[in-house]
């Protein structure tokens, strides 16, 4: 069985938690992305929060708060499903499926962030095509309700 080292993006692009969201979201178009990992400093690279494009739609859009002069801190998930490079790619997998996830940031023993899953990367990059489907409907089933 692979590892989550195996399949992650290596190096995601990240930003701080002083970071307006409307950088965030230029962020987001250029690379293509739908999450942001937010990290404390740019030398420890610890893993504080993410921002999804959902964050910014639910707690930025619909709320009409200035993206401007919000911060990612602000409106950040702070509490972050994670996954060990070293993990069997089947642990962040579970992960995915349980708490409805589309990625998972993968970190270090200090909680440096080192990469990130998505469903795309299972996709490409496993081999196993039984468990990205199986990925795709538990995330996809739990979502339309």
């Given at each position: 069985m692979k590892k989550c080292s195996d399949v992650m993006t290596k190096n995601p692009v990240?930003?701080?938690p002083s970071d307006g969201v409307a950088k965030i979201a230029r962020l987001m178009k250029s690379k293509d992305i739908g999450s942001i990992p937010i990290i404390e400093n740019e030398q420890t690279k610890k893993l504080v929060g993410m921002?999804?494009?959902r964050d910014l739609a639910l707690k930025v859009v619909a709320k009409e708060r200035d993206a401007k002069s919000?911060?990612?801190e602000e409106v950040m998930t702070r509490e972050v499903v994670t996954c060990q490079s070293d993990d069997n790619l089947q642990k962040a997998l579970d992960a995915m499926s349980e708490?409805?996830?589309?990625?998972?940031?993968?970190?270090d023993t200090n909680n440096a962030i080192v990469g990130i899953i998505a469903q795309a990367d299972v996709a490409t990059r496993a081999d196993?095509?039984?468990k990205t489907g199986e990925l795709v409907k538990d995330i996809s089933q739990s979502n339309a309700t």
């Open positions: 990240c930003a701080l921002v999804t494009d919000t911060t990612a708490h409805q996830l589309r990625r998972i940031p993968v970190v196993e095509p039984e």
